[in-house]
């Protein structure tokens, strides 16, 4: 049996703020900006600048919980990062005579609220001006000759973060000014971008190992994937921890340093062309190729997560009888939902026919992906740890252990995801005599024989007993028949839809 050095952390767990100062790193450049008051260079750097992990908000009701959340220190740059030539908002001649003669489109507003149940975004083409700081802003200023169809001046309050109908998640992000004015403003750039940007949060709960996937870096690699690495990242919520933790993921979607637009003091003016406030988002951890940039799908990301974290497996072979164990992965969790009998479940499985190991989620995510990818199965009761599946090879199999309640709300978190993956799922709801709930509770307590009646009392005691105090002891019997469907699919030969 294998296990990771670090625990896991659930809702009640606060945990201290676990970032060493990187002074001695090399961070990588900022893109290349011209600016005013230092010519060629910028100097946001990665550094902490607010609360760490500890700085948590309560979990949603419909979400998995929150899990392990360190970050030791923020890596240097592997590489020197590419520069971006500059621009500056006064075209050639040519451009200018181009643009005298080329008719103005027909204005649309700036943002929309109303086409995405997820987030509310805005997208900003020609002169945009973007100001960081205490009063956050990103303007764009009337192209001259303008008229009123071609030009509004409007004025929108957004918060960059894909879940505008949970006020819990949205409490923590800070609202921007997104506007359109018909004069420039008094205070002239400072500096000028040859990129497009993106402007998003990284506050709500992406302390949440499942959301930070969901509500941040699925939609970025949606929303910046395209742009193949030339595009400037401007986040607000900005917590040196949590972008240390995920900075390969940052680095492989952006050639220049995520900038944090809450320390950008004034007058400092940053200027694009083109803009995009809130990431572009589907539904949870997931995708809809019909509506992605080039037709991404799950298969897209998994394949860029992979190549990412530098994980060689992109395939799990078929593993007939004769050739070596399929590998399956129990993932082990320190608080709630804990396997009480992960040793039989270890013999169990070996019985079957898998080599088997045994980890908790690790603390650095390289590590955990590494390990994940090494194997052909992953098994795991309901929680954030399942969201590493994206590092096991397609053709692998996903088994979710379902605690006992009225859960079916948070089986989907994973279910449709992991066969868009290219994944075969299994699913297995535990009996009442599996849960330790029937520990703690007469045989005719609601809580088990009427657990809906719990659930319309308030969503806090719901999750308290479904989620926050339950184990769960595999009855080895019952749970076997799925152990042998997992290996038998690792052995079949592949086919269209093999999760039927």
Known sequence: MQESGGGLEDLELQVQNAIAAAAAAAPPKESNS???????????????????PADQVPVPATSPEIEPLFANQIPAASSEVKAAPPFHLDPPVADAEAKQTAPLREWKPLCDL??????????????????????????????????ERSFHEESWS???YPRKADPNAMRSVRALAVRSVATAPPVACTDWHGVPALVFSARGYTGNYFHAYTDVIL?????ARQYAGEVLLLVTGFQAWWV??????????????????????????????????????????????????????????????????????DA??????????????VIARARTRRFLNAEDIVRGARKVGF??????????????????????????????GLTNMVFLPPGGVVIQVLPLGPLEFVASYFRGPARDMGLSYLEYRISPEESTLLDQY?????????????????WVSFMGVYLFKQDVRLDMKRFRPVLKKALARLRAKPRNNNNK
Request: some cysteine; glycine content about 8%.
């Open 114 to 147: 109303t086409s995405n149940r997820r987030i509310d975004w805005c997208e900003l083409e020609g002169d945009v001006r973007v100001v960081g700081g205490s009063n956050g802003s990103v303007t764009l200023v009337a192209a001259p000759g303008a008229d």
């Open 442 to 458: 007469p045989r005719d307590h609601p809580v088990l024989t009427d657990p809906m009646s719990v659930q319309a009392k308030d």
């Open 219 to 223: 939609p970025l690699f949606l929303t």
């Open 355 to 384: 080599e088997v190991v045994v980890s908790e989620v690790a603390q650095e995510v390289a590590a955990f992906a590494e390990l994940v990818n090494t194997c052909d199965a992953v098994v795991g009761v309901h929680g954030a």
């Open 244 to 313: 240390g933790k995920y900075l390969p993921v940052f680095r492989s979607l952006s050639n220049y340093e995520p900038v944090d637009l809450d320390r950008d003091r004034d007058p400092r003016v940053r200027c694009f062309r083109r803009v995009q406030v809130g990431l572009t988002s589907h539904d949870d951890f997931s995708i809809d190729p019909r509506r992605a940039p080039n037709g991404y799908s799950m298969l897209d990301f998994t394949r860029f997560m992979r190549a990412t974290y530098g994980l060689p497996r």
């Open 34 to 52: 011209v600016s005013s008051n230092d010519p060629g260079s910028s100097s946001s750097e990665i550094f902490p600048s607010g609360p760490g």
């Open 316 to 329: 799990v072979p078929r593993r007939g009888r004769g050739r070596p164990r399929p590998r399956l992965l």
């Open 158 to 160: 957004i918060k960059p």
